[in-house]
């Protein structure tokens, strides 16, 4: 990955981030903001409740009222009907006046002012006629709202009904005493037969009443964003509105339930973790490897191996490559990392695939040609490998022996393990070379150890030939040794003519390297043995 694909994913990262942490917060302060407004609502709807209970109670009662007026058997208007009214005015606290009237709205007598004539009254009250009734029920109920005529000269809620009545103070209907606490900004009874507020606190100016009821009107019974509700009764033709005051945004902030938000905001950052970390493991190096193995993308080159004495191609040497996108990576920059990581053991597996399928015809048909694979320390601790391998090319219909294993010094972390392991391979009938060789701290000892078929002599020893370094004659003692050992010897990394023909001398049997042929696709390899074979 170049430092501008880093870049573009570093601030695609940081979007990312970014819109996981904000997403879940503004949720969250959605989610506040709904509940703030359910509470509202909720605490407005038991506000409206308990202000129609009280509103039909009231009702109820002045109507119980109005009914003992009517039973009263005393003449109207006279001394003792009179008693009668106070004796029921004072005995219901909230009737503040009851009086009877004939049948033309003309008033006569009330239990503050005893009987009235219609002269001494003409100058206080400006007229003495009731106006039409505002409403009037099927059963001849009649009701004045906001009657100011009466008595006082305040303005009152009046009920009557065949010539008697009863007034009381229509604030009583709004009264919130004992009505459970919520931000309500004003409240209104309503006469739903007639659509007239009946009672409205603060007390109503035009302009609120007509406003409450437009909003009774028009407002569905509850709305959960609406700073009203509007309860109806189900006994009788009334109904409640309930306003919330308009709070201003910050009064609105602040009494926001945090709680939510907090959540919202600490998934966010939780969320934002773990798709940083999901990303980051992504981008990372071992994410990226195992991506690979996942998906598969590693190819493998073959390099021929040839015989000295004859330059005839005898196998090749299976060589995996990481295809990144539309780059090759060696595998020395990703080897170590997988053993590492514990991702070798796959690609080894994925080798070992990619060989048989495309060489598995060819070495069915050319018995006398092997490939060799290279495996790692995990590989050389269990018999993993070798089981997976014994099925593998039997189904191929290749023989064990056109299968060897390349086997370095690095792989005998444990060598009791490396040991049994490279014995059940030879067992099985894959020859096994020891790699690298003369590279290592202990290579001599391993030899001692370890009954093997063969050593290839590190690249580093052949590059010396022919010169004068100290380490120029290494490549032919280790012929030497191979020889007393009994043991094959394959020379890497041979590139000019006076090498392979001076280990050749020694007695190196086979060479690999550029002389001969850098590392070919399974077509190429094919056709070079094909060549050689015919040399
Ligand atoms: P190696 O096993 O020593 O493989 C030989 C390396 O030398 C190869 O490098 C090959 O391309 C290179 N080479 C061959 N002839 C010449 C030459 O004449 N001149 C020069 N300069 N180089 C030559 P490559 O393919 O990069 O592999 C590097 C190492 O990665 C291998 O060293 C081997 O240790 C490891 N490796 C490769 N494939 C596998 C695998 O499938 N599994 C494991 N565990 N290791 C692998
Ligand atoms: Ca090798
Ligand atoms: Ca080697």
Same mark, same amino acid.
């Given at each position: 990955?170049?430092?501008?694909?880093?870049?573009?994913?570093?601030?695609?990262?940081?979007?990312?981030?970014?819109?996981?942490?904000?997403?879940?917060?503004?949720?969250?302060?959605?989610?506040?903001?709904?509940?703030?407004?359910?509470?509202?609502?909720?605490?407005?709807?038991?506000?409206?409740?308990?202000?129609?209970?009280?509103?039909?109670?009231?009702?109820? %009662?002045?109507?119980?009222?109005? @009914?003992?007026?009517?039973?009263?058997?005393?003449?109207?208007?006279?001394?003792?009907?009179?008693?009668?009214?106070?004796?029921?005015?004072?005995?219901?606290?909230?009737?503040?006046?009851?009086?009877?009237?004939?049948?033309?709205?003309?008033?006569?007598?009330?239990?503050?002012?005893?009987?009235?004539?219609?002269?001494?009254?003409?100058?206080?009250?400006?007229?003495?006629?009731?106006?039409?009734?505002?409403?009037?029920?099927?059963?001849?109920?009649?009701?004045?709202?906001?009657?100011?005529?009466?008595?006082?000269?305040?303005?009152?809620?009046?009920?009557?009904?065949?010539?008697?009545?009863?007034?009381?103070?229509?604030?009583?209907?709004?009264?919130?005493?004992?009505?459970?606490?919520?931000?309500?900004?004003?409240?209104?009874?309503?006469?739903?037969?007639?659509?007239?507020?009946?009672?409205?606190?603060?007390?109503?100016?035009?302009?609120?009443?007509?406003?409450?009821?437009?909003?009774?009107?028009?407002?569905?019974?509850?709305?959960?964003?609406?700073?009203?509700?509007?309860?109806?009764?189900?006994?009788?033709?009334?109904?409640?509105?309930?306003?919330?005051?308009?709070?201003?945004?910050?009064?609105?902030?602040?009494?926001?339930?945090? @709680?939510?938000?907090?959540?919202?905001?600490?998934?966010?950052?939780?969320?934002?973790?773990?798709?940083?970390?999901?990303?980051?493991?992504?981008?990372?190096?071992? @994410?990226?490897?195992?991506?690979?193995?996942?998906? %598969?993308?590693?190819?493998?080159?073959?390099?021929?191996?040839?015989?000295?004495?004859?330059?005839?191609?005898?196998?090749?040497?299976?060589?995996?490559?990481?295809?990144?996108?539309?780059?090759?990576?060696?595998?020395?920059?990703?080897?170590?990392?997988?053993?590492?990581?514990?991702?070798?053991?796959?690609?080894?597996?994925?080798?070992?695939?990619?060989?048989?399928?495309?060489?598995?015809?060819?070495?069915?048909?050319?018995?006398?040609?092997?490939?060799?694979?290279?495996?790692?320390?995990?590989?050389?601790?269990? %018999?993993?490998?070798?089981?997976?391998?014994?099925?593998?090319?039997?189904?191929?219909?290749?023989?064990?022996?056109?299968?060897?294993?390349?086997?370095?010094?690095?792989?005998?972390?444990?060598?009791?393990?490396?040991?049994?392991?490279?014995?059940?391979?030879?067992?099985? @009938?894959?020859?096994?070379?020891?790699?690298?060789?003369?590279?290592?701290?202990?290579?001599?000892? %391993?030899?001692?150890?370890?009954?093997?078929?063969?050593?290839?002599?590190?690249?580093?020893?052949?590059?010396?030939?022919?010169?004068?370094?100290?380490?120029?004659?290494?490549?032919?003692?280790?012929?030497?040794?191979?020889?007393?050992?009994?043991?094959?010897?394959?020379?890497?990394?041979?590139?000019?003519?006076?090498?392979?023909?001076?280990?050749?001398?020694?007695?190196?049997?086979?060479?690999?390297?550029?002389?001969?042929?850098?590392?070919?696709?399974?077509?190429?390899?094919?056709?070079?043995?094909?060549?050689?074979?015919?040399?």
């Amino acid at each position: 990955m170049n430092n501008s694909q880093r870049g573009a994913l570093a601030a695609l990262l940081i979007v990312i981030v970014v819109i996981a942490a904000l997403a879940p917060a503004g949720i969250g302060f959605l989610f506040a903001q709904r509940n703030q407004r359910l509470e509202e609502t909720e605490r407005l709807n038991l506000f409206a409740d308990a202000t129609l209970r009280r509103a039909e109670d009231l009702t109820r %009662h002045l109507l119980g009222a109005l @009914g003992e007026i009517g039973q009263v058997s005393a003449a109207p208007c006279s001394r003792p009907y009179l008693t009668e009214l106070r004796r029921i005015a004072l005995a219901h606290a909230q009737v503040r006046d009851a009086g009877a009237y004939d049948q033309d709205g003309h008033w006569q007598c009330s239990s503050l002012l005893g009987a009235v004539s219609v002269g001494a009254l003409d100058g206080v009250t400006g007229g003495l006629m009731l106006p039409p009734p505002d409403w009037r029920s099927r059963d001849g109920m009649l009701a004045w709202y906001g009657l100011a005529r009466l008595p006082g000269g305040k303005a009152s809620l009046v009920m009557g009904r065949n010539g008697f009545y009863i007034a009381a103070d229509p604030a009583l209907y709004v009264d919130s005493h004992g009505a459970p606490a919520a931000p309500v900004d004003g409240v209104a009874v309503i006469n739903t037969e007639v659509s007239r507020v009946i009672a409205s606190a603060p007390a109503a100016d035009a302009a609120a009443t007509a406003a409450v009821l437009a909003v009774y009107r028009t407002a569905p019974p509850v709305r959960d964003c609406s700073p009203y509700v509007v309860r109806r009764s189900a006994s009788m033709p009334l109904a409640v509105v309930v306003s919330a005051p308009h709070q201003p945004w910050r009064q609105r902030v602040r009494t926001l339930p945090w @709680g939510w938000l907090l959540g919202g905001v600490a998934a966010g950052l939780l969320v934002a973790g773990w798709a940083a970390y999901f990303i980051l493991r992504r981008l990372s190096p071992r @994410g990226q490897l195992s991506d690979a193995v996942r998906r %598969h993308q590693f190819i493998v080159a073959y390099q021929p191996i040839v015989e000295l004495a004859t330059r005839r191609c005898v196998g090749a040497e299976a060589l995996v490559r990481w295809k990144y996108h539309d780059r090759i990576v060696r595998p020395d920059d990703f080897i170590p990392l997988a053993e590492n990581r514990g991702l070798i053991q796959a690609i080894t597996d994925q080798v070992l695939d990619t060989v048989l399928l495309e060489l598995g015809d060819f070495l069915r048909r050319y018995r006398e040609y092997y490939v060799s694979v290279n495996l790692s320390a995990p590989d050389l601790t269990t %018999h993993r490998f070798l089981d997976v391998l014994g099925p593998a090319i039997a189904r191929q219909g290749v023989r064990p022996g056109q299968i060897r294993i390349e086997a370095t010094e690095r792989g005998f972390l444990d060598a009791e393990a490396a040991k049994d392991v490279i014995s059940a391979f030879r067992h099985a @009938g894959h020859a096994v070379y020891l790699d690298d060789f003369g590279t290592g701290y202990s290579s001599l000892s %391993h030899l001692q150890n370890f009954r093997v078929d063969g050593l290839k002599i590190d690249k580093s020893f052949v590059d010396t030939v022919g010169q004068d370094a100290a380490s120029s004659s290494v490549a032919s003692h280790i012929v030497d040794m191979a020889a007393t050992l009994e043991v094959q010897v394959i020379a890497e990394g041979i590139e000019r003519e006076e090498q392979a023909a001076y280990l050749h001398a020694r007695g190196a049997q086979f060479g690999q390297g550029w002389l001969f042929s850098p590392p070919l696709t399974a077509a190429e390899f094919i056709r070079y043995a094909g060549r050689t074979r015919g040399a």
